[in-house]
């Protein structure tokens, strides 16, 4: 099955500099990487994705880049504030109808004021 | 996006009794998904809801353990019997290929069990 690894598992940023997460993924039928912000108790959200078809994206201050041929893929946050203090998940996921997504152990990021 | 709600959002059991946990969505989706997160971990797909048949479970869980139900296209409910400790979790419900938003998939916000 799918194989999800991520780094770092804790990033500690000052804010306003840049945080870089990164995961590789072991199926390369994967097609699907959405990135989960989840802070403290509350319901991991969606907040970027990319397709296999495209090589990156970006929706303000947060861009995906994806490389098929290495298998990998990164979000990258520009800017940081201290609201973006979260645990961050990425995934990978075969298929259309929202097929299952195997998830990555998560990265903790701190933003300090 | 899809709104997901869960029924309890938490709840204390005891050792060998079950727990149901329902879950809602605001509209007709394609898949649902129940998960499992310890604290400070990542999340563990128990099983994909199939409406009007057999759940299809991960390796690890097992129907008579997690019991699924998903009577229609909005509505699913995960057992968790026979609890033990190692149960206490907090169980996710998720849902996606809703519409255009075929890909996109949306959790909801948990269900936090404690065993004793």
């Known amino acids: 099955g799918e194989n999800v690894e991520q780094h770092p598992s804790t990033l500690s940023v000052q804010e306003g500099d840049s945080a870089v997460i990164k995961c590789t993924y072991s199926?390369?039928?994967?097609?699907?990487f959405p990135w989960y912000k989840q802070e403290l108790g509350k319901r991991p959200q969606l907040i970027i994705d990319?397709?296999?078809?495209?090589g990156e994206k970006k929706d303000q201050r947060i861009a995906v880049t994806l490389n098929k041929t290495a298998k990998h893929f990164s979000l990258h946050i520009t800017e940081t504030q201290p609201e973006d203090s979260a645990v961050y998940f990425c995934?990978?996921?075969?298929?259309?109808?929202?097929?299952?997504?195997?998830f990555g152990d998560g990265t903790t990021l701190t933003v300090k004021p | 996006s899809a709104v997901i709600s869960q029924k309890p959002s938490r709840d204390i059991c005891q050792r060998g009794t079950s727990l149901t946990i329902q879950c809602q969505v605001d509209?007709?989706?394609?898949?649902m998904f129940w998960y499992r997160q310890q604290p400070g971990q990542s999340l563990t797909l128990i099983a994909t809801?199939?409406?009007?048949?057999?759940?299809?479970?991960e390796s690890g869980f097992v129907i008579d353990k997690f019991p699924i139900s998903r009577p229609n296209l909005t509505f699913s409910t995960l057992t968790v019997s026979n609890m033990s400790p190692e149960d206490s979790s907090i169980y996710l419900c998720?849902?996606?290929?809703?519409?255009?938003?075929?890909?996109?998939?949306?959790f909801g916000p948990g269900t936090r069990l404690t065993v004793t």
């Open positions: 809801a199939n409406q009007g048949s057999e759940a299809t479970y």
């Open positions: 199926d390369s039928a994967s097609n699907y």
């Open positions: 509209s007709q989706v394609t898949m």
């Open positions: 995934a990978a996921s075969t298929g259309r109808n929202a097929g299952k997504s195997t």
């Open positions: 998720s849902a996606g290929g809703q519409g255009t938003r075929t890909y996109e998939q949306y």
């Open positions: 990319i397709r296999s078809n495209v």
